[in-house]
Structure formats: C-alpha cells, structure tokens
C-alpha cells in the first residue's frame, strides 16, 4: 500500500510538471518575445471611439535589458499614467504593471507564437493589493501585426473573476 501511495505521488508531481511545462514559453521563445517587445520602442497611438487617443511609448532601458513602458490616456485623468516594465528572469519573461489602482501585477508570458505575433501573459503575484479581491490587472495579450502595428488587450480583475477588457490597436508615431 506505501509503494502505491509513492507512485501516485511521484506520478502526480510528474503529470504537474509536465502541464506546466506547457504552458510556459521556452526560454529561446522568451527570448524571441522579449526582442518583439524591444522592437517597440518609439510611441504609438490608439485612437478611441470617443475620438480621443491613448498613447504609450516603449524605451529599452539598462543596457537592454529591460523594456519600460509609459501608457497615458488623458480621458482617464491626471496622475493616471502607469509604466510596465518587461525583461527576462533567466528563460522566463515577465513584467511588473504600475497600476493607477495603486498595486503592482506581476505576469509571466505563458506563450508566444511568433507566427502569429501573439504573446499572452497570466498573473503570477502582486505588491501593494488591499486584499486577495482587490481590484487589478490580471492579464495581457499583445498581437504584433507588424513594425508598426500592434494590440494589447490588459484584463482586470476584482474579486476574483475578470470585470473587464480594455482593448487598444495602436499605429506607431515616431
């Protein structure tokens, strides 16, 4: 009966391992997104359907090794501009949010298809939440259409489930 228990316990941290396995992006896939991202650098608009533009601009910073991204959308107020900073944690990518909800997301790119431009990022942990309901970013989605198109969808959460989507196709300006 022990031998049975051990073997269902190793299988079952086997089979654990292997779906997380897959579902995070290889380390040469990290890679390739992280220069997808650096390929942003510049600013980039996205028009709204009110007629006004949301804008964000990528810089790569310390010494390549990090992307920063500043987001600005003057319908949402002053002091509402929020900065994401991406960049590789050996074979992982990931990204804090400094969010106007006054906490700080942290996501793990969970895949990335460079065929089709698409980078999907989950929630993996948070500074600064109220509580574990608390309002927040909890997931991204970029599709790079090409050097001077892409989309990012950023999915909020609050008491445990999503609440909404805020969707941006951007146009590089500069």
Known sequence: MKSRIILATA???ALTAIAAAADTPSATDAATAFARLKSLAGDWEAKKQNGGAARVQYEVISGGSAVLE???DPDMGTGS???TVYY???GRLLLT???MARNQPRMQAQ????AS????FAFLDATGLSSPDAGHIHNAIFHFADANHFSAEWQFFENGKPKMTESFEYTRIR
């Open 111 to 114: 895949a990335f298809d460079s």
């Open 70 to 72: 500043r987001f600005d």
């Open 11 to 13: 299988v079952l941290f």
């Open 117 to 120: 431009g698409k980078l999907r």
């Open 88 to 90: 590789l944690d050996g």
């Open 81 to 83: 501009g929020m900065v």
């Open 97 to 99: 949010h400094y969010c």
